[in-house]
Each structure stands twice: as C-alpha cells, then as structure tokens.
C-alpha cells in the first residue's frame, strides 16, 4: 500500500469519525433521523456481534435491538472520547453478556474444568462453514473467542467481562482454536 | 492448506492482509503489504497445536477463515421501527442543558436588576425621607428578583443530584440551609441597620454563593463541596 493510499484512508476515517460526531450531536438534540442513520451506520456490526454470542436469531435481533435503546438512554453520557461505535459495541456487548450470564448453560461452560469436547459438523466449508463451526462452540469458548478474535479485546478485559481468571479465559480461547482446528484439518 | 500461505519457522507471511487476526500465541499483524505472525505479548500459553509447520499452517487456513468473516451480518428484520417507538418515551435531556448553559447569565443578569432597583429605590425612598422604609424595599427587591432565580435553581439541583446517595444529598442540602439561614440574619441586619452599606454588600455576596451551591452539578465525578 503506498503512502498516499494510506493518507487517503487516514483522511476517509477522520471524515467519517467527523460525520459521525455531527450525528450523534444532533442525536442528541432529539433528531432522530440522525440516530437512524447511526443505526444503518452500525447495526450490521452490532447484530453479527450479537448473532454470533448468543447463536439464537431471535435473541440476537431483540439484543441488537436492546443495545440501541440503551445507547439512545446513555447517549448523554457519551462524551466523544472513543469513537461512537466503539462506545456502542460495548453497550451490546454488555447487553449480551448479560443475557449470557442468565443461561445456565453459559455459567456452567465458562468453567474450564467443564471440557466435555462437543462434535463439530461435518458438513461445514468455507466461509459460512466457518460461521456455522463458531455456532456450534461451547458458550464460554465461542464467547472468548469472539471477543477475543473477532472483536479486539483482551485477556485482561475478556476477564473483567465474564468475571473469570484471565488464565480461564486463555484456556477457553484454546479450547475454541483446537474445536475449530478440527474442521479445518 | 491454503494456497499462498508460506511457513518459515517463526514467521509466516500471508499477502493482501490488512489486520491483525490474533491467536492463542501468536498474532498475525500487517507488515507492509504483508502480514507476518509473531509471538502475542497478550498470551504466554503455548500449546501443541501451535508448534511445527503443519500446526502453524493450519493456524494459518484458521487465520484466514476468521477474517474472510464478513464483519456485518444484517437481521433479517428492520429493527429501526422498534426502536424509534421505543426511544420517542425516551427524549434526550438536552433542554435541561440549555437551561444550565444559559443559568448563570441568567444569575448574573438577575444580581444587577436586583443591585440596579436597590440603588434606585433606596435613593428614591430616602429622598421621602423613610431610611429603614427604603432598607424594606430594596430587601424585598432583592428577594423577589433572587427567588425568582433561586427556585428553579432549586428544581433544577435535585434533579441533577438525585441519585446521589443519602448522605451526600443531606451534607449538600445542610450547606444550602446554612446559606440560607446566613442570608436571613444578613437581612434582618440589613432592615435593622439601612444605612450600613457593607451589609447590603455581604448580603449579596451570599446570595451569590448560595446560587453557586445549588447551580453545581456533584452528579459528576471529581464534584464536591
């Protein structure tokens, strides 16, 4: 990539970054048009993230839908010092940890010593195999390893999160790797 | 196995990467045009799978399937209609901003009418010869014009500050009364002495303070008396 083209994008991201402010500063004076265009701007991140740590469609749209609600309540508080679709991944993350922390299963799965190893699907390929695969993870393993590999966070925050030891939340990440591995070997 | 992807021991190079895909124990980061992997401060596990050329290309294959993830997924449903039912019981707060933008201008605005009318009618009432009849006038001037500041500024602490915890609330609200029981001792000195200038001006001087207590926010971290 040359220097220019990533002037290019550098100038593209603090342009869109400034849109996005104006938005959300008029989002803020009741204008609703501008929080349905942060909505279009971010519900496809929003809803992959739900869809992918709750598995469940439904549950995953009515979160989805949760997080913006609870965004549009808290949007006083949002001060501008990240970008708002960071600050708005977190509130969905948060909506669905939530959720997850009610499902026994998910409280039982987060205890590593629980290593009962599920079967992975046979007939999985390519790219929505892949997505398929994730589905099919233990709760505490597809949870860290969406967190930890499709979102960004670390140990230490995946820890905080799921009031885990940062060593368990290692542990579901490669119990998560080893279970995917399979299907790609 | 992935075509492209080359193994060489401790790095391994995909092209036409444009992010860090992280692992267990490594973590793919661009380099150039390239990505390379490298050990992940942010994980000391080490486990089998990672060790050796076929474990790191299949790290690899895994690597790439992650990111041709798509990044967004869109609900089959249009949420937006909900949501907008939803958030319209829920309005942003922002005219209670204004009202605290332009407070103080306000207060400011209220202290001079209020000065202004004392001088005015304390010269005014003098000339008729009745002193301590003028003291009553402006006094009551001042009142009326402070209270007239003073009250919504009341409604508006409360709901600023009302998730403060008791105890907190009942320190605040005990400054305030103490304010407010000084402002009345000032008064009654003032009616008593009307010619005491220094007087009048402590009194105004509490008013401002009093307005300065209740026109702050300790909702807010790092507030405090």
């Not at chain 2, 005219?95 to 201008?105: A, E, K, T, V």
Request: charged share 25%; proline share 2%; aromatic share 6%.
């Amino acid at each position: 990539m040359s220097i220019s083209a990533v002037q290019d994008d550098k100038a593209d991201a603090q342009e869109k970054r400034a849109a996005e402010q104006a938005l959300v500063a008029r989002a803020k004076s009741n204008d609703y048009g501008a929080y349905e265009q942060l909505y279009r701007m971010h519900i496809g991140r929003v809803y992959a993230l739900c869809r992918r740590l709750c598995k469940d469609q439904d549950m995953a749209e009515d979160l989805a839908q949760e997080a913006f609600i609870l965004a549009w309540r808290k949007l006083s508080s949002f001060r501008g010092d990240s970008a708002f679709g960071s600050w708005l991944y977190r509130i969905a993350t948060n909506a669905c940890l939530s959720y997850l922390r009610k499902q026994k299963p998910f409280q039982n799965s987060l205890d590593i010593d629980d290593t009962e190893e599920e079967s992975m699907p046979d007939d999985v390929d390519g790219q929505m195999g892949l997505e398929h695969a994730i589905s099919q993870l233990p709760h505490g393993a597809r949870t860290v390893f969406v967190l930890y590999s499709l979102e960004g966070h670390t140990h230490d925050e995946i820890a905080g999160m799921l009031n885990i030891a940062q060593g368990s939340s290692k542990a579901q990440l490669h119990r998560a790797r080893q279970l995917l591995q399979k299907f790609l070997s | 196995m992935c075509k492209g992807s080359q193994t060489s021991g401790a790095m391994n190079t995909i092209e036409n990467r444009h992010e860090t895909i992280r692992f267990d124990n490594k973590a793919l980061v661009q380099v150039n045009d390239g990505i390379k992997m490298t050990d992940d401060t942010d994980n000391v596990n080490s486990t089998s799978a990672s060790s050796g050329g076929l474990a790191d290309a299949v790290e690899l294959q895994l690597a790439r399937e992650i990111r041709g993830l798509d990044r967004e997924i869109m609900p089959q449903r249009d949420l937006w209609k909900a949501i907008e039912r939803n958030i319209a019981d829920y309005p942003q707060r922002k005219q209670f901003s204004l009202q605290r933008d332009w407070m103080p201008y306000g207060v400011a605005a209220s202290l001079i009418i209020a000065i202004t009318a004392l001088v005015v009618n304390v010269v005014g009432i003098e000339q008729k010869g009745s002193t301590l009849l003028a003291a009553d006038y402006a006094i009551d001037s001042i009142d009326s014009g402070y209270m007239n500041v003073r009250n919504p500024m009341v409604d508006q602490f409360r709901e600023t500050n009302k998730n403060l915890d008791q105890a907190t609330l009942d320190d605040l609200y005990r400054n305030i009364e103490i304010m407010a029981k000084a402002r009345k001792d000032i008064e009654t000195q003032v009616r008593a002495n009307p010619e005491n200038t220094k007087l009048v001006e402590m009194l105004m001087r509490v008013h401002e303070r009093e307005l300065e207590l209740l026109k702050q926010d300790y909702s807010q971290p790092g507030r405090s008396l």
